[in-house]
């Protein structure tokens, strides 16, 4: 195989990582502010969140102690 094309072949290569790591680094920095977003804002009144892929669940207690989902709000 001719050098140049071994050379064009792994540039393009390369850009495609670059590209993808930079995708990646995006989204798990948007779901870190949706996380925040959840448990600091919307639930903030409430002694427990959870956030899983676009839905946030508040939860409260109920009259035995036990965690009960109060609200749900789905985030974009």
Do not use: H, Q
Not at 30 to 38: A, I, M, Y
Not at 50 to 65: N, P, Q
């Amino acid at each position: 195989m001719n050098w140049k094309i071994l050379a064009i072949v792994f540039i393009i290569l390369f850009a495609l990582e670059t590209l993808y790591i930079g995708w990646s680094v995006s989204y798990v920095m948007k779901e870190e502010r949706l996380t925040n977003d959840c448990f600091y804002n919307i639930c903030a009144d409430y002694p427990d969140a959870y956030y899983l892929e676009g839905v946030c669940t508040c939860y409260d207690y109920d009259m035995l102690g036990n965690l009960v989902p109060a609200t749900t709000k789905y985030m974009k």
